[in-house]
């Protein structure tokens, strides 16, 4: 089973930015497409952003369209999220997870294992 651990995350005013970070702890000969949710206090899990396993395919929610970019480094087993002009409303436990498939889903039961989660705090 591959473990994932999210780094990054952090205090920032708003406007601000944040490089989220999630290492996978083996290796795997098995193609695995990445993602990030959120969830806020008192909130639903929700889906941010995802990668394909050939870093092909990218989706992204629509609050998050051109501040966030996903990306990855299949060598390094690290998955990045590179958050820009950082809102309160972005204020979260950010959570990677993986699914053994190539393609992306925004669907949170569909992947197969989740990091521990990574708080971000956005002050106004």
């Known amino acids: 089973q591959v473990q994932l651990v999210e780094s990054g995350g952090g205090e920032v005013q708003a406007g601000g930015s944040l490089r989220l970070s999630c290492a996978a702890s083996?290796?795997?000969?098995?193609?695995?497409?990445m993602a990030w949710f959120r969830q806020a206090p008192g909130k639903e899990r929700e889906f941010v952003a995802s990668?394909?396993?050939?870093?092909?395919?990218?989706d992204y929610t629509d609050s998050v369209k051109g501040r966030f970019t996903i990306s990855r480094d299949n060598h390094k087993n690290t998955v990045y999220l590179q958050m820009n002009n950082l809102k309160p409303e972005d204020t979260a436990v950010y959570y990677c997870?993986?699914?053994?498939?190539?393609?992306?889903?925004?669907?949170?039961?569909?992947?197969?294992?989740w990091g521990q989660g990574t708080q971000v705090t956005v002050s106004s």
């Open positions: 997870a993986g699914r053994y498939d190539t393609v992306v889903s925004v669907t949170g039961y569909e992947y197969n294992f």
């Open positions: 083996a290796r795997t000969s098995r193609s695995i497409a």
């Open positions: 990668i394909s396993w050939g870093s092909m395919i990218t």
